[in-house]
Nanobody
């Protein structure tokens, strides 16, 4: 299984970005999909997760600003990020897990700066 992210970049505070992740394997709907982020010197932080048929979960710091969604037919997961803040700056990683096996994307840089 490969997870390929796209959509990172530079945005001003208050702006928006959309991250996408394409899943190359089968039975995508059985995977818990999510997004993590990491800044230098810090542990990777869970941002949002979404099961195949469940409700999303978010870290408190992004609630009301970020939205995770998935398309089980296209096998993609998307993170819509609004009202971005400088503290959202990080490398964002797509994550997928099924049957206790986890997969990671290569990461995409998100920089929020004026």
């Amino acid at each position: 299984v490969q997870l390929v992210e796209s959509g990172g970049g530079l945005v001003q505070p208050g702006g928006s970005l959309t991250l996408s992740c394409a899943h190359s394997g089968s039975i995508f709907n059985l995977y818990v999909m999510g997004w993590y982020r990491q800044t230098p010197g810090k542990q990777r932080e869970l941002v949002a997760t979404l099961k195949g048929g469940g409700s999303p979960t978010y870290v408190d710091s992004v609630k009301g600003r970020f939205t995770i969604s998935r398309d089980n037919h296209l096998k993609t997961v998307t993170l819509q990020m609004n009202s971005l803040k400088p503290e959202d700056t990080a490398v964002y990683y797509c994550y997928g897990k099924a049957s206790d096996v986890a997969y990671w994307g290569q990461g995409t840089q998100v920089t929020v700066s004026s």
